[in-house]
């Protein structure tokens, strides 16, 4: 990608939401992996947070670029985190996968302790990666990233 070219060019919200992931996280990465097997519809892109797509999303809709314990959904013009993220991706999902839609009735500070709960010992439980790795050819098209092509 050149210096000057703009990160989020390619990237449409409205059109693909985007999920933000830890890039060393050895847990995202699986959840990815998931994602992209049950999102029949192909509608997501995925992001790492630190990737210049990632920083830019983050940057524009005014959150921390150096968190790496969130995941960030960015659908439209609306950006939601941790919990509620995670939820309303399930919801995009197909069956029994959208029922977890219902966890959105359990108040919102029990659901995000329980997110950092387990955001806290991901590395630990999970492990982790040194770098961001470069995504299978057959999911690279799913990444909002295209410096990984």
């Not at 920083?55 to 921390?64: I, K, V």
């Not at 995941?71 to 993220?85: C, H, I, M, N, P």
């Not at 299978?136 to 990984?148: D, H, M, S």
């Amino acid at each position: 990608m050149a210096e000057d070219a703009d990160p989020l060019a390619d990237v449409d919200p409205h059109r693909h939401p985007v999920i933000l992931f830890d890039g060393v996280c050895n847990l995202c990465h699986r959840t990815i992996r998931f994602l992209v097997r049950h999102d029949d519809a192909g509608v997501f892109r995925f992001a790492p947070l630190d990737s210049p797509v990632g920083q830019a999303l983050l940057r524009e809709r005014g959150l921390p670029t150096a968190d790496h314990d969130s995941f960030v959904l960015v659908e439209g013009d609306e950006t939601y985190r941790k919990s509620t993220a995670a939820l309303r991706v399930a919801r995009r999902l197909g069956l029994p996968w959208r029922l977890a839609w219902a966890g959105r009735w359990l108040p919102l500070g029990v659901r995000d302790a329980v997110y950092d709960l387990v955001a806290e010992y991901r590395y630990d439980v999970f492990g982790k990666k040194d770098a961001c790795e470069v995504p299978e050819p057959e999911v690279r098209e799913r990444f909002a990233e295209r410096a990984l092509e």
